[in-house]
């Protein structure tokens, strides 16, 4: 397709929105309902997963990623396509965890000590 091209190649100049708008346009393309053009909407759907993950737009990247790209893919009934959303998404929710996880321990040791303590206390002990 045309517009697939055209979002790959203009992603390849760094032109990010540009991208996301032939992506966005691709994924609301009415073809006859093919699994093939099925497949190319939930393709589109995930590439605008990656594009918002690059750009530090969590929240975004995982409404692509669990809402849109796998619903498509479980109308599909396509396994494979299924775990590579399940995996995008706990990726980029694991990911923005991390960065609260990181803030809590710089910020606030004693309560994370705590924490940790009061989860597994025969951690003391070792």
Do not use: H
């Amino acid at each position: 397709m045309a517009l697939k091209e055209l979002a790959e190649r203009n992603k390849q100049l760094g032109r990010m929105e540009q991208s996301k708008l032939c992506l966005n346009q691709l994924k609301e393309v009415q073809l006859p309902d093919s699994s093939k053009a099925l497949e190319s909407r939930a393709e589109a759907c995930l590439k605008l997963g990656l594009l918002e993950f690059q750009n530090g737009n969590m929240q975004s990247s995982v409404n692509y990623f669990e809402k849109e790209f796998f619903e498509k893919a479980k109308e599909l009934q396509d396994r494979r396509l299924m775990d590579i959303g399940r995996l995008n998404t706990g990726v980029v929710k694991g990911l923005n965890g991390l960065d609260l996880y990181k803030d809590i321990i710089k910020n606030n040791y004693p309560a994370f000590l705590a924490w940790k303590f009061k989860r597994n206390p025969n951690a003391v002990k070792q």
